[in-house]
C-alpha cells in the first residue's frame, strides 16, 4: 500500500496570535490564510510568497525553556538592513555570529522564538523576492 507525504507546516509558538500574524506576516511577506472558526483561538496560517509549506502560529502559555532545536533561515543581500527592519516590526539582537566563514545574526521575535537572518544562500530564488525599503 503505498501514501505519501510532505511538510505543511512550520509551526511557531507564540502567546499573542493577532501580534504574531502581524509580526510574521511582515516578516516573511506571507498572508493569513482561513483556519477552521474552531481553531481560530488557537491556531493562525500563513501563506508564505514563495513556497507551499505554511507556517503555522500556535497560541501557547508556556515558557520558552531554551534554545530551540529547529529554527527558520532568513537569507538577505543587506544583513544589517534585514536586522534593522525586522528590529522596527518587534524583533531583538540576540546574538551576532562570526564562524566557519559566516557574518550572521540570531534574531528572537516578541516571544523569544530564535531565528537567523544570513547572507545570500540561494541568489536566484532571492532575485524573486520582494525588495524592502
Not at 47 to 60: F, G, K, M, V, Y
Request: hydrophobic content about 35%.
Amino acid at each position: 500500500m503505498s501514501h505519501r507525504s510532505r511538510l505543511c507546516h512550520i509551526v511557531i509558538d507564540v502567546s499573542d496570535l493577532d501580534r504574531a500574524v502581524t509580526f510574521w506576516s511582515c516578516a516573511l511577506d506571507a498572508t493569513e490564510e482561513t483556519v477552521n472558526p474552531d481553531s481560530h483561538r488557537v491556531y493562525r496560517r500563513l501563506r508564505l510568497p514563495d513556497s507551499e509549506i505554511r507556517i503555522l502560529l500556535q497560541a501557547t502559555t508556556d515558557h520558552k525553556a531554551s534554545k530551540e532545536r529547529v529554527h527558520i533561515d532568513i537569507e538577505t543581500d543587506d544583513v544589517e538592513a534585514e536586522v534593522r527592519r525586522l528590529e522596527a516590526l518587534g524583533a531583538t539582537r540576540w546574538d551576532h555570529q562570526q564562524e566557519r566563514g559566516y557574518d550572521f545574526w540570531v534574531l528572537r521575535d516578541p516571544w523569544s522564538n530564535e531565528f537567523c537572518v544570513l547572507q545570500t544562500e540561494f541568489p536566484d530564488l532571492l532575485a524573486q523576492g520582494p525588495s524592502w525599503d
